[in-house]
């Protein structure tokens, strides 16, 4: 996907509540319900944007949680691997000091 393409959870979640916001401020202009029954609706609507804002948040902490453990997954790889390759470099080196002594 381009780069300059992508959204991110962040952004879809604040393109949401705006739409939420700017829908619930449309249907008090065009409805013909009455005060009381307009607020209630509009606590209802931000009762579940709230909701989807939360779970949008979880969403998020659970997939940097899986690529953090990932990205430590891999240091460890890397770091097990560099300690490998010094410690056949070490052996090469005396093996070769050996045998030119």
């Known amino acids: 996907m381009d780069e300059g393409k992508r959204f991110s959870l962040g952004m879809v979640g604040l393109l949401c509540v705006s739409g939420v916001a700017l829908g619930a401020g ?4 065009l409805a013909r319900r009455s005060g ?5 609706q509009l606590r209802g609507n931000a009762r579940r944007s709230e909701e989807y804002v939360h779970e949008l948040v979880d969403r998020a902490i659970e997939g940097l ?4 453990e ?3 997954e891999f240091a460890r790889e890397i770091r097990s691997n560099l300690a490998e390759g ?3 470099g070490r052996h090469a080196i005396q093996s ?4 030119t002594s």
């Open 26 to 29: 449309v249907a008090l202009l």
């Open 70 to 72: 990932r990205g430590r």
């Open 86 to 88: 010094v410690e056949t």
């Open 96 to 99: 070769e000091a050996k045998t």
């Open 65 to 68: 949680a899986k690529t953090l």
């Open 36 to 40: 009381p029954d307009s607020r209630a």
